[in-house]
């Protein structure tokens, strides 16, 4: 038996049982296959897989599976290279990284935060589905906790992160692993939107989903159904493997059995038109329990055959002795075959070397594939499960190359004739065959290079698709080629170009790629429409090229006549150019006259100010009869510059000296001002609910970074540091990315603590950093103490453009009426209190109501001390934000009617929580208890809004006074939806009113609205009005009393109440309804001021 590690050229290395002195012929394609890896394995051995990078976490944390996935990112930054993903799931994260710097670019976050989601174990690019221009991201979170633990896959907008859509398996269990693997797979049902691939192997399914509606077009199962085999594990896309004009797809499963090897693993090829198995592939080895099939992608031609070839991971698998360090395959799409297996170059134990695999492109354009794997089991740093992810080149062998570049296989070697030869005869013909092959591999190098070279032309383009214009930054994305360019367009332009970029046109420069199959375009400007400004799109470069004669004779009947213009913007809206800043300059050349002004350049002399940096020639080309153009010169002021003002002269050149007088640009500089950033306020949310921190108490605390500098403080991060006995709870995050923060803005960062028994003082402090590392601040002290309301700090709002800044307080994140509760001389020893509050609720997917038991808090102490009511006469005694529909009838049909004293006790009702109307056409209103699903409301289950008030009804009390903070439309007070199948106009229901004598029903909104809920507050909007009008804000005639009457005004004001609240934080209506028989009735007394 013959073995062969290298390439030879020696047919006896290959044959060693045949005699040197006579050899038999292999029928005309020995050396064919010996040359070109036709018979033997020489492509196998003769790629080279070469390390190019390796990534790891910006922030190395143990655990946090960084390489988890990955994926080619496209060119999302504009730099003209492409980009890359890598999936961090133990940290629910997703890293967009620069292929240029390895830098990040952008962190995704997982949706749902408050859970260990295992976001980012799968992701992938996958074009535009929300029409912005800009590729989206499809990211897996298959521990995702809805539907019972199935997972989900999140499609997430590429400009924005937000969320575009979230997909579930179509029939969820726990336990499915949806989400596991994902992939963008090309428009399948004819929409024209990309659609998507979506594996769930603990379900053994795959699923195809239409990319605009989310829904299933087809269900893809295991041709070999085992248990526990993971069919689904990896998806990709094929491409038309067997020729049918659809596209077939790469499944992986792999705990499968190939030969009876437990968990072995292997890769399904299926047919994208008839789901039926093409082709499947394992690793040559079949090693028990190595996960072959963990992940697969389809990668470019490797082996030359013109077929494309497989990327696959094992990632259990044990090289070198290395147990599960994992290991990636490069296989033939044609016959299955390994081209080439290797390992990690930091094998690890338990290392998980190919758990993600993906074709990056050509990253560095040097001709030669990329691939990209991930390890999330290695421990860079020696964070265990830290994770790494590596880029790889594929080294393609000469003859490969040549392939690649005719764009088909080489053909070989003539067939040499006769039976029989001597070793000298066929050595000579053998070396007259290398001779041959090295002048034809120099003559195709010959000819790429001469194509390249004229292949060098002018090319006019179109847009092809225009995103949404970001005004911040003055950009819009537009897709040009395919391929999506970030334009810096100054915001004056932007609405003329947006409405007319259909006819816009760029200009620039193509020429072929080393492979000669494609162009690449350089030098383009976009010309805008209307105005004729040209913008610079994608890279821009030095072109070598021949002197162009002068024109040195022109038509005395079609001479030009020139004029030149200029204009100037800067980003601040200040007319200076302020320190770090670049301000547009668009010099615009008219020619009004008969004949062509050719060979037009403009000349700018260099700064005398040395902190300013611009192009100093710029070339316009020809400006035709009747027409101007347009060039955007760039001026930058680097933070160094100071407050003066500056002078720049610009001259013209025409080769036949019809040149545009010299125009001269006058603007101010101004120096530097630097952010400085602060800690403007700080609120807590505490688990007893009574606004003090206590030792052993989980806290949720909320601390507002603003800049008060009349800077930008830019790339803004935040870093919670905690102090002795002072813990972070699992699930929360201590750094915070804030972006940039313009002068007087703010950004909000959340997280929860926890303190032991020995703790004496909460000691935590936040680290604030920005781009320039030279004004952040550390070691900021919050105000967190034990028994103690949190203080507030005083924030700054800056206000004016200039030197002067105006200081005033800004609104706090502690709550107003939870403070200084007035305590009044109103005495009502016999009146009777319910208050009940709903927060969460047993039914799967019904919201919580996030404020209930806030609300009910802090109604009872205003009922003790404001409204003069007893404690013990306030119902129930010990709340617990969770009343059964049980307890809530007891509790209105019996307790509360043996502690009302006839004719003599004020009864006052509160309610916060869902209210929900029925599905049918009953149009009944109920109140939801926590048992109760708001799907499925009935009388069996929920109260009854009218029983409700007949049981109130039914008391014989002084009098009643309702107010319930719920509305009737099927929507949560975020506005997210409760009901499912219906609408909130099909589900509103008419408010019942109260129908009892001295009676007084307040109702947090109208019909078909919503009771909002007010975030910045932490209560519901209703009951927070409601609580301030108590407080005495609804004393409108100033006599130290509130009536109803009163109370109506001051809650449905249009301009100052819940309505205008409501309009400002939500963009919804809410007004609330009142409805008494006693519009005068005074409902508290406040003491004297």
Known sequence: MWQTFHFSSRVEDYFPLITPTVRRLVQGVLLAGLLFGGLLPSCAEAQEIRLVETYTSPVVEMRDLFGAAVARGGDLDGDGTPDLLVGADGADQVYLLSGTSGEVIRVYDSPNPESETSFGEALALVGDIDGDGTPDLLVGAPDETAHGGAGQAYLLSGTSSEVIRTLNAPNPEDGDSFGVAVAGVGDIDGDSISDLLVGAEGAGQAYLLSGTSGEVIRTFTSPNAQERSSFGSAVARAGDFNGDGMTDFLIGARKEYPDGEDEAGRVYLLSGNSGKTIRTFTSQTKTRGSHFGAAVARVSDIDGDGIPDLLVGASEESPGGKERAGRAYLLSGASGETIRAFASPNAEFVGAFGAAVARAGDIDGDNHPDLLIGAYGENPGGKTGAGRAYRFEVILPVEVTASRLLGKRYPGLAKPKGEFETTNSYRKRQRRAEARKKEILRKLRQDQQKKLRSSLTRDTLSIQKIGQYDADQEVFPLTVQGKIYQVEIPIDEARSLDRNWQDAKLIGYKQLTENLDDYRYFNLKVIHPITGSRYPIGPQKEIEQQPVAAQKQVDPDRLPKTKASVDFTEPSGNDRLDGGETALVRVTVQNTGDGPARQVQIQVPPAETPQLSYPTSVSLGTVAPDSSVTETIQVEANRKVQSEEVSLRFTFDEVNGFAPSPVRLQFETKKFTPPELTVADVGIDDANANGVI????????????????????????????????????????????????????????????????????????????????EFGKSGVKLPLQFDTPTDQITEVQVEGQDTEVAVKTGDQLSVDVETNIPSTPMKRPNSIAVVMGVQSYSAEGAPDVEYARRDTRFMREYLTQTLGFREENILPRDPDGRMTFAEMRTLIQEKLPSYVKEGTSEVFVYYSGHGAPSTGESKNAYLVPSDTDPNFVSDANAYRLSSFYEDLAALSAESVTVALDACFTGQSGSGEMMLRQASPLALSVENPLLGIDDATGFLASGPQQVANWYPEKKHGMFT???????????????????????MKRYLTNESSGVPYWSRRVHQRKQVPQVVTQSPNRVLVRLGDS
Request: charged letters at 25%; a negative charge.
């Open 694 to 773: 206590e030792p052993g108490e989980v806290v949720d605390v909320t601390a507002r970074i603003r800049n008060a500098s009349r800077g930008v403080a830019e790339d803004v991060s935040a870093e919670v540091q905690y102090g002795e006995n002072v813990f972070s709870t699992p699930d929360t995050r201590q750094s915070f990315d804030l972006g940039d923060l313009g002068s007087g803005a703010h950004q909000e960062i959340q997280f929860t603590l926890v303190t032991n028994q020995q703790a004496e003082s909460v000691p935590v402090t936040v680290d604030l950093s920005e781009k320039y590392g």
């Open 1024 to 1046: 927070y009005f409601f609580l301030k009008g108590l407080k005495g804000e609804a004393d409108l005639n100033g006599d130290r009393a509130v009536t109803v009457k009163e």
